[in-house]
């Protein structure tokens, strides 16, 4: 039995798509990891701020600012936040960042 060299190929390209599947996976992974570290860190320094002002707190005003946190830490991480996620998918890829200069 021979091997053609088209289906070789074929078969090649199929383990690189499902390579480029996982990878794209896991920074998706590391980008909701990232969120939701971001998320409690906007939680814990929203609890910091003294509450009180020109209207009255409600359970809806809480449910849309909360609703808002979750939206912001999916940007921020989605947008390299604070670098958690890129950090964290090169650590898991295998893939070792480029060395930065310290000043």
Known sequence: MQIQPATALALKKTGQAADTNKEAELKKACQGFEAIILK???TTMRKSV????????????????????????????????IG????????????????TKQV
């Open 40 to 42: 409690q860190l906007l």
């Open 50 to 81: 003294p509450k009180g002002g020109l209207t009255e707190e409600s359970y809806a005003q809480d449910m849309y600012q909360s609703m808002s946190d979750d939206r912001l830490a999916q940007e921020m991480a989605n947008s390299h936040g």
């Open 84 to 99: 958690l996620a890129d950090t964290l998918f090169h650590q898991l890829s295998g893939n070792p960042r480029p060395a």
